[in-house]
Structures are given as structure tokens and as C-alpha cells.
């Protein structure tokens, strides 16, 4: 299983001379799922009454939504964030409340690993719903000031819309490419962040013997290691079974694997990771909030 996940991640992200012939097979099926993209992005946009800032991006997989949720967060605290994600993984459903503005409320089964991460590094309410409306709606009653609305490109309410920009090697589609939408709907978009122009990345690598993660594309992690590693599949559910044979090595992960794996007897090091945003970047997104205070 992990080796067709990986098959299929290389055909997306980093495609071969090899992969090339698959990928014009699949050509005519990413036309169909753009013409029904077309019909299926909203057209009207529904006023909730709190001003919601959306970070989402157009491929699949990561690109730092996690991260940019959490500082807009920290950067915004006082105006009372709210972090609003689909619980991507868990093993609820529903609408669950998974960190209220003292403490954090669920287990990472019930929350799923992204919004754990959130929940363990910001004080702001935390809340997974598939029926994002509904969780916006949640986190009004609960007092919320505004919300971060994570994945949230396509959704029909009134939002800041902030994309970040990944260029990826394959520039198509789904399913010939790893692009959820086309790069002309980054005109959709109010702001538009690309890594090195508009944020970067801080990233601190503890010392360990082996690197394990079950993040989305997770080669661009080797970026910053050249010892053993084992990679998952993106959100991957950890069975001991996978793990015992690492429990006697200083295991190197990120906090999103982390909120996982402590939960077995392992010796774990997280890698920090925190986004830096141009003072141009916070000026709009306070801008955009004032602006709607002003307004109600």
C-alpha cells in the first residue's frame, strides 16, 4: 500500500521521463474534472456575521496551511481566533469542540492530527466539523472574534481568501497532475503567498538516529536530513507493529506525527517549524479585520 502511495505521489509531485505516457492517458479525464470544477465552484457567497480568513491552496496535499493557521493565530490572538478544519483522518464525525479558549477537550482519534497540532500550540478555539458552516456557527456562539478557516478556497461565505502558491513539476490536474485547481483561479484569491517572497520557513532538526513521518510529500523533509528514514502514507494511522522496530533509536518527527506517536513508548524529537510573514502580509490580514469590525 505504501509503495502505490508513493507510485502515485511521484506522478503528481515529481514525475520521471517513465511517468510521462500515464499521464497523457490521463489528460482527458482532467478536462471532464475541470469542466465540472467550473460548474461546481460557488457563484454566490453567504455573510455569516464574522469575519473568516480562509488558507487554502490549489494542489493536493501540504503546502503550510497548518503552520500559517497557527500564526495568524499567534499574531492575532487578541481578536479572539477561531481555527475551523474538517478533522481530516479522525475517527468522529460530527462537530467536535477539540480546544476551547483554556483547554484542550478530545484525544487526537476525535480531533484528527492537524487540528491537534493547532490545539497544542495555540491558545484558540479549535473546532472540526465536515459541515464547515456549521462550525462557524459554533465558534460565533462560543465567542469567537474571527475565524481561520482552514482548506476553505471553495467554500460559499464571505472570507478573506489567502492562497499559498506552490509550483509543482507536473502542471496539470487530477487526475493527470497534482493540481486541485488550475493556477488561473489564483485570481480568486485576495492574497496570494509565495515561500521566500511573502513568508518563509524556520525549521530546527533536533539529533536523532532515524527520521519517521506520515506528512504529505514528505521527501521535501530530506531537504534537511541524510540519515536513515521511514516514510507513511499523509495522515497515516500508527500501529505498533510499525514502530517497534524503532523503539531502541532517537526517532526524528514532525508535530503533526508527533501528537501521534507519543502515544507509544518511543524516545521522540520534533522538528520546529514556524512560519515568518512579511509585515506587508499581517498589515492586510489586520486590515481586512478592522475593516469588518468597522463594518458590523
Do not use: C
Not at 507510485?7 to 515529481?14: C, K, P
Not at 520521471?16 to 460557488?42: E, T
Amino acid at each position: 500500500m505504501r509503495r502505490i502511495y508513493q507510485f502515485f505521489e511521484e506522478i503528481l509531485f515529481y514525475p520521471r521521463f517513465y511517468h510521462w505516457p500515464l499521464i497523457i492517458v490521463l489528460l482527458p479525464f482532467s478536462f471532464i474534472y475541470m469542466s465540472v470544477l467550473h460548474f461546481l465552484f460557488p457563484k454566490k457567497f453567504e455573510n455569516l456575521g464574522i469575519p473568516i480568513i480562509s488558507i487554502g491552496n490549489i494542489i493536493v496535499g501540504g503546502s503550510g496551511k497548518t503552520p500559517l493557521s497557527i500564526k495568524i493565530a499567534k499574531e492575532f490572538f487578541s481578536y479572539k481566533p477561531a481555527v475551523i478544519l474538517r478533522g481530516y483522518g479522525r475517527k468522529s464525525k460530527g462537530l467536535v469542540v477539540v480546544r476551547d479558549f483554556k483547554r484542550i477537550l478530545t484525544g487526537v482519534d476525535e480531533s484528527g492530527d492537524e487540528a491537534m497540532e493547532i490545539a497544542t500550540s495555540v491558545n484558540a478555539l479549535v473546532i472540526v466539523s465536515e459541515n464547515r458552516k456549521e462550525g462557524i456557527l459554533k465558534a460565533k456562539e462560543m465567542g469567537a472574534g474571527f475565524i481561520i478557516l482552514d482548506d476553505g478556497f471553495d467554500k460559499p461565505f464571505e472570507k478573506f481568501n489567502i492562497v499559498i502558491d506552490e509550483k509543482i513539476k507536473n502542471p496539470f490536474t487530477l487526475p493527470a497532475g497534482g493540481y486541485r485547481y488550475p493556477r488561473v483561479a489564483l485570481r480568486f484569491a485576495d492574497l496570494v503567498l509565495e515561500e521566500g517572497k511573502d513568508f518563509k520557513r524556520k525549521i530546527k532538526v533536533p539529533e536523532g538516529d532515524i527520521l519517521i513521518s506520515g506528512i504529505s510529500k514528505p521527501k521535501r523533509l530530506l531537504k534537511y536530513w541524510n540519515k536513515e528514514y521511514r516514510f507513511f502514507p499523509d495522515h497515516y494511522n500508527y500501529k505498533w507493529e510499525d514502530l517497534k522496530p524503532f523503539q531502541n533509536k532517537s526517532i526524528v518527527t514532525t508535530k503533526k506525527d508527533y501528537v501521534k506517536l507519543r502515544n507509544f513508548p518511543l524516545d521522540l524529537k520534533v522538528i520546529e517549524l514556524e512560519m515568518e510573514l512579511k509585515k506587508e502580509v499581517l498589515e492586510k490580514i489586520e486590515k481586512y479585520l478592522i475593516k469588518f469590525q468597522q463594518k458590523g
